[in-house]
């Protein structure tokens, strides 16, 4: 059963609404979510809520990430991506700016950036299989750690630097159902560690 609160945005988002990323800025982004999609990785449940996120990082400081409650799309736009350009996970807190907010995984995902310069792509995909199989097998957050909060960026620093996540560049994400986290250097890279865990 999927949590109640899923999408759910649980940090202290400081949006300013403004204009889209150029479109040559975020082709990229845009094909690899789209084809995330196609393959079900990301999407909507039946209830209505959607699942799902990808980012690409801009900067030391910033990354673009598809916005919230934007998994039941099939097909997006710059419309449907902010950038991400400040962070506080302390704080819990976080500033965007474009025509959307952050997605609900924003704050996960700042806490990989901030970790390795290494990491530039990271796709938050579901898939069932794959969750319950890796639990305990590939590096898996604590059960008791809900998504979007800093209790879960801190999470990830944990597994970074107490297992070989790096190396392996997935993770499970036991307290957030269904839910699996890819990165690497590019987006085809953190796809093709995905591609290599699912049968």
């Given at each position: 059963?999927?949590?109640f609160d ?74 449907h ?24 995984e ?26 319950q ?33 790096m ?27 995905l ?5």
């Open positions: 059963m999927v949590a899923e999408g759910v945005i649980k940090y202290v988002c400081n949006w300013d609404a403004g204009p889209p990323l150029p479109e040559a800025q975020l082709v990229e982004l845009i094909a690899w979510r789209d084809r995330m999609y196609k393959a079900q990785y990301i999407g909507l449940y039946p209830n209505g809520i959607g699942y799902g996120n990808i980012s690409l990082r801009r900067s030391a400081r910033s990354f673009a990430v598809s916005g919230t409650q934007t998994g039941h799309l099939a097909e997006t736009t710059p419309q991506y902010t950038l991400v350009d400040d962070w506080d996970i302390d704080r819990n807190t976080l500033h965007c700016t474009g025509p959307i907010q952050a997605s609900s924003s704050l996960t995902h700042a806490a990989l950036y901030d970790y390795s310069s290494a990491i530039r792509a990271i796709i938050h995909v579901h898939n069932r299989p794959l969750w199989r890796g639990q305990g097998v590939l590096p898996t957050t604590a059960a008791s750690v809900p998504y979007g909060t800093p209790a879960m960026a801190y999470e990830m620093m944990r597994l970074l630097d107490c297992s070989n996540l190396q392996t560049r997935i993770l499970i994400m036991a307290g957030h159902e269904e839910g699996v986290l890819v990165f690497g250097p590019t987006l085809a890279a953190a796809e093709e560690v591609y290599q865990h699912i049968d």
